[in-house]
């Protein structure tokens, strides 16, 4: 007898055992099978989401050429960086580090994580900040100055928008010199860089001074004579002499010039009479470029 309950004990336990198994599985089986669980094998509706992703900095304003590291924070593993438009920048898809091109417009930058999911960034990639010098500059005629470009990608071109005021040379790295004409006015200077950006100045073209040494004399005895010197900053300029203001009719003053010297002799051959009067005379000076200077000559009784 107790032989026989043993063996009943052992296989109905067995049964026992197998059919909670069975149920056990069956209840998961069931559980499982809604669309939000996705059966068995787990959810089958998750999506990749960016709302946990946070890219640092969200919004950058970047010169060409410039460089800018993002960084993310949230999801899972590391990152992968990308970018939309590789005509505007180039990012290291492992570090981050952002890089951007010679074009202008914006860019998406993407951080996408080990699970797909995604967070992203815009870069507007502007022009570079160049500087002119001298960036306005008032210079005589025939005169010469250099113009610098810095901040600029080489070749730098160099241009003026009046040619009869003048001109550039052939640059040398980021410079140029320019060289005024003999006309007088303002005109504007553009460099532009090997990139497309651009910078303008001014120059003015003014006269040169003429001067007149010495600038004044007076007369007081008949054959009183007086050399005067003519000078301008302009090499190779050749100058002119006239005399005016005699009044009353008197015409006892000379001048002799010597020619492509830049010096006149004016001299007081006989003195003005009572009638004619104390005279207060001019003698003007113009070079070849059309400047002027004057020297006073006054001639007593």
Known sequence: MNNIMNLLKKYFGKIIISSGILFIATFGLT???SETDGGPLGPTN??????NITVSPATLSLAKLGTQTFTAIGGSGTFTWSVDNQTLGAIVADTGVFTAGNSN???TVTATDFNGATGTATVTVT????TLTPSALSIGKQGAQDFTLTGGTEPIFFS???ATLGSFGATTGNTAAFTAGISIGTATVTATDADGDTV???VTIVSNPVTVTPASVTFTTAGDAQEFTATSPVVG?????ALSGQSNSYAGTTITTSANTGTATVTGTTLPTALEGTQTLTLTVTDSNGDTG????????
């Open 294 to 301: 004057v020297a006073q000559i006054t001639v007593n009784q």
């Open 31 to 33: 559980a499982c099978q």
């Open 160 to 162: 003026v928008d009046n």
């Open 127 to 130: 022009d570079k900040s160049l």
């Open 46 to 51: 998750l999506t990749n989401s960016s709302a």
């Open 237 to 241: 300029v050749t100058f002119s002499f």
């Open 105 to 107: 417009g914006s860019v």
């Open 200 to 202: 303008t100045g001014t």
